[in-house]
């Protein structure tokens, strides 16, 4: 499934995290899922939340850039190779992961993993034939 993501590039100094979660707190925007990648000088902030369009535009008024892009979402057993085999199948077609980001769903027994690559249809396609959710 496709899943949409915002990522707003932030300064990395003290206060900016804050202000950008005040301004989605004030917008009545929950997130949904956070993911943070940084350097010295500025940080990638990745997230879903509970209304994205809601979210980029209170964000891009309180004068944040930002970015949405698709992601796509899959449901991986909780279990020791779990990702491998599904990483190996789309390596071995030749598609790029350029990053990823997951959480557990402990009761379930089952992991949730979101990853971007540049060819989402050919890496929709390849899970598909395996018959990944």
């Given at each position: 499934m496709l899943v949409n993501q915002i990522a707003v590039f932030l300064e990395?100094?003290?206060g900016r995290l804050q202000a950008l979660a005040k301004t989605l707190s004030d917008a009545k925007v929950d997130l949904v899922s956070?993911?943070?990648?940084?350097?010295?000088?500025?940080?990638i902030v990745r997230m879903i939340t509970s209304d994205n369009?809601?979210?980029?535009?209170a964000l891009k008024l309180?004068?944040?850039?930002?970015k949405s892009n698709d992601l796509i979402g899959i449901?991986?057993?909780?279990?020791?190779?779990?990702l491998t085999n599904i990483l190996l199948g789309l390596s071995e077609e030749g598609v790029d992961i350029e990053y990823l980001y997951s959480?557990?769903?402990t009761k379930e027994?089952?992991?949730?993993?979101l990853f971007k690559t540049s060819d989402v249809e050919k890496a929709l396609a390849i899970?598909?034939?395996?018959?990944?959710?």
């Open positions: 990395n100094r003290a956070l993911n943070i990648a940084d350097t010295s000088d500025f940080g369009k809601k979210a980029e535009s309180a004068g944040f850039t930002v449901e991986v057993e909780d279990v020791p190779g779990g959480f557990a769903h027994k089952k992991a949730i993993i899970l598909k034939k395996h018959n990944i959710n």
